[in-house]
């Protein structure tokens, strides 16, 4: 795989992600459903938008790894809150150690929307290749 990243802005370098990524010559491209706070059990979590952010990215990770893929080949990772305010406030320092951590700089999409199953308060949506 070969990959470029788009970014033509300089406010952009302050972003924890680019405006868009070229891949060529991939050998593999996984589309990831939406991740959430999901026990092994498929209990939705109650607690707080952090602590569901720590455990949807557990499960994202353990669902690219399973399919044979690496998280460091995450080319768009789009964020769905049920708070752009608080998502803000306590999970950006989780959010962007995590993309540090897989040295991802992704395509990102944040929305902030009024609900999500149970009482879920936030979701990723991933595409990896490979």
Known sequence: MEKHLV????????TNSVQAVE???PTGTLYCSGQVALDAEGQPSTAD???????????LEQLISEAGYECG?????????????????TCTDI???WLTKHGIKQA???????????????ELEATVVK
Do not use: H
């Open 7 to 14: 970014d033509p802005w300089k406010w952009g370098q302050y």
């Open 23 to 25: 891949i060529k010559q």
């Open 49 to 59: 938008m952090r602590s569901q952010l720590q455990q949807t990215f557990q499960n």
């Open 73 to 89: 080949g995450i080319v768009r990772l789009n964020v769905y809150t049920t708070s752009v305010a608080e998502f803000f406030t």
């Open 95 to 97: 959010y962007q150690g």
């Open 108 to 122: 990102t999409t944040l929305l902030e929307v009024k609900g999500l199953f149970a009482s879920l308060t936030v």
